[in-house]
């Protein structure tokens, strides 16, 4: 028999969803808890279980300063301007998976991977064609000169930033009931994995390469992380739901920067050091769960925001890197 939920003197332990389509939603039972069993089926004696589930994570990526190349114009006399142009990324589709497992004191474990990984937009610029305008890159290189750059009317430069991002989670897992809520508490350790990209290319009117500059900076480090889940039974099988979960990083970041002009000269900086990131995760929304042929389905669907603080940025190694969007999950539980 399939089993989701075990109740002992008023607890509940699960991972899984919840359904109160089959008991009054204000004097909980163990029906109410588990989808997948008949009032008075859970007991003292309920068999372990795994779980499992894939999400469809709909994300897209914010920056402190996602800044991807200056525009300055000025006459060397009566009047200097400057803005930026920032990278603009798409939302993108990025798999998590879980599996889990609980015994029959309700104490579980849990596996949970996920990753991002995607470029931008890539930004073309020109400069104005009176010859008072200048595109450059936004890394200062010597005294007040910006590499890549041009003035030059007819010569282009592109930039172009790639983000990549690996978390994975291992961790111990206990339900309880407070209330008409069933919580489930986790805590365990996580590795992340960061890694950032910025190229900056001038090239002039027959597409050769004049000056470029790359930027590679990332992160790997483990650290704690702890999480709570809380679901409610609403009505015809829906359940609320909310997730949130911290983490604290500890590791190596590592950065290089390489600037080529003329196209003859090469700078080359690297840096490493000791990092910290912090991790914030919440995800809100509805749950729906049924019995099939002995196995338990269930759906989520939730909207989704993380911050990685420490991240860095596309041109830096500080700031900060968010994730905000929708999630959508398919469980199975067996």
Known sequence: MVQDTIVEEGSVFEDGPIDGAEADLWQPTPAV?????MAGDCGPGCHPYFYAGFDFVLVKPHFDDGTALLRTRTDQVSFETTSTEAFDYDVELSPRVFLGYVWESGLGARIRFWQFDQ???PLVARPDADGLGTVSSPFLLT????VPSTSVPGQTLSAASGLKVDALDVEMTKGVQFDHW???LGGGIRYGQIDQTYTAEVRDAGGQLLSSARFDHGFDGVGPTVSLQARRPLIAGFKFF???RIAILFGDGKSTLEAVDNPEFLTRRTSSRDDLVTVGELSVGLEWARRWYGYGFFFR???EGQTWQGAGTPTSEDGDLGFVGTSITV????
């Open 33 to 37: 808890w588990n989808p997948f069993a």
């Open 119 to 121: 470029g931008d937009n």
């Open 143 to 146: 005294g007040n000169v910006f």
């Open 182 to 184: 069933a919580l489930m």
């Open 242 to 244: 909310s997730t949130g």
């Open 301 to 303: 669907a939730a909207l």
């Open 331 to 334: 469980g199975l539980d067996f």
